[in-house]
T-cell receptor, first 112, second 118 residues
Framework: EDQVTQSPEALRLQEGESSSLNCSYT??????LFWYRQDPGKGPEFLFT???AGEEKEKERLKATLTKKESFLHITAPKPEDSATYLC?????????????FGAGTRLAVHP | GAVVSQHPSRVICKSGTSVKIECRSL??????MFWYRQFPKKSLMLMAT?????????EQGVEKDKFLINHASLTLSTLTVTSAHPEDSSFYIC?????FGEGDSPLHFGNGTRLTVT
């Protein structure tokens, strides 16, 4: 059964304090791993797609990396506006093209 | 970019009544839409896959007679929570995939519907 585990569950950072969020996964035939940002009371907002081990993608203060067992979302010098829940999801070979399995998310709070 | 519109954003209803939630893909055709449910501080739980012109596929443990899904066109899917009870109170989110699987994200999400059953 495809499974996604994110850690930590919650993370509190000071503005400018860099850190990383972890997403561990088990999936039969990974088609893609996805990172989303979710603000309270909103739907997930797409950040990155990673397809193969060794791949990296960057967007502003965020960088996502992928290995065969996990993905990291690195946040460099975060700002208060980066506060949100970050969701990781995988698309496996057993599901349909658009079927994603989500982790529980990491709630990030960045304080000035 | 692709946009998915979900309506209403919030709804409060009395126990025993039914509530309909709409999900529209505004600028692309979606042969498949997905309905998720999210509890506070929890992940998105897939409820069902909505297929245009055919019956929805429900995940294990989801009551298909309680959560009626209709996908009448390539741009509209509806979720009706029938005979709602307080335990149905939750955040419901729809998503739609591009019909041709293009783009970097396989799914585009609506902004969710907060359902409160009193």
């Amino acid at each position: 059964e495809d499974q996604v585990t994110q850690s930590p569950e919650a993370l509190r950072l000071q503005e400018g304090e860099s850190s990383s969020l972890n997403c561990s996964y088990t999936v039969s035939g990974l088609r893609g791993l996805f990172w989303y940002r979710q603000d309270p009371g909103k739907g997930p907002e797409f950040l990155f797609t990673l397809y193969s081990a060794g791949e990296e993608k960057e967007k502003e203060r965020l960088k996502a990396t992928l290995t065969k067992k996990e993905s990291f979302l690195h946040i460099t010098a975060p700002k208060p506006e980066d506060s949100a829940t970050y969701l990781c999801a995988v698309q496996g070979g057993s599901g349909g093209y658009n079927k994603l399995i989500f982790g529980a998310g990491t709630r990030l709070a960045v304080h000035p | 970019g692709a946009v998915v519109s979900q309506h209403p954003s919030r709804v409060i209803c009395k126990s025993g009544t039914s509530v309909k939630i709409e999900c529209r893909s505004l600028d692309f055709q979606a042969t498949t839409m997905f309905w998720y449910r999210q509890f506070p501080k929890k992940s998105l739980m897939l409820m069902a896959t909505s297929n245009e012109g055919s019956k929805a596929t429900y995940e294990q443990g989801v009551e298909k007679d309680k959560f009626l899904i209709n996908h009448a066109s390539l741009t509209l899917s509806t979720l009706t929570v029938t005979s709602a009870h307080p335990e149905d109170s939750s955040f419901y989110i729809c998503s739609a995939g591009n019909a041709f699987g293009e783009g970097d994200s396989p799914l585009h999400f609506g902004n969710g519907t907060r359902l409160t059953v009193t």
